[in-house]
């Protein structure tokens, strides 16, 4: 009985680490976005816009505020006429 609960227990953990590590993996893939497009962007924002961005960013607490934050740089982009190509 002890090792059918060490091995449910084992099986859980492993799962635990398994959506966290996922968890991280998909935060550093939007970091990772919202850098690409910034880097992009940035010769056609003044400095007081980037400030506002990367204060934006920083600010984020749920995926809502993200999308609406990648939708202000994206129009950046249109606007500017900038086609990206990934990211």
Sequence with gaps: M???????FAGFSYAYYEVGEA???????????FS???IIIDPYIDDQKKEELNS???LIR???D???????VKQIEVINK?????G
């Design 2 to 8: 002890y090792f059918e609960i060490g091995m449910l």
């Design 23 to 33: 968890k991280d993996i998909f935060i550093q893939e939007k970091i990772d976005s």
């Design 36 to 38: 690409y497009h910034l």
């Design 56 to 58: 934006s960013f920083a």
């Design 62 to 64: 749920s995926k809502s």
């Design 66 to 72: 993200y999308q609406k934050l990648m939708e202000e």
């Design 82 to 86: 900038i086609k990206v190509t990934n």
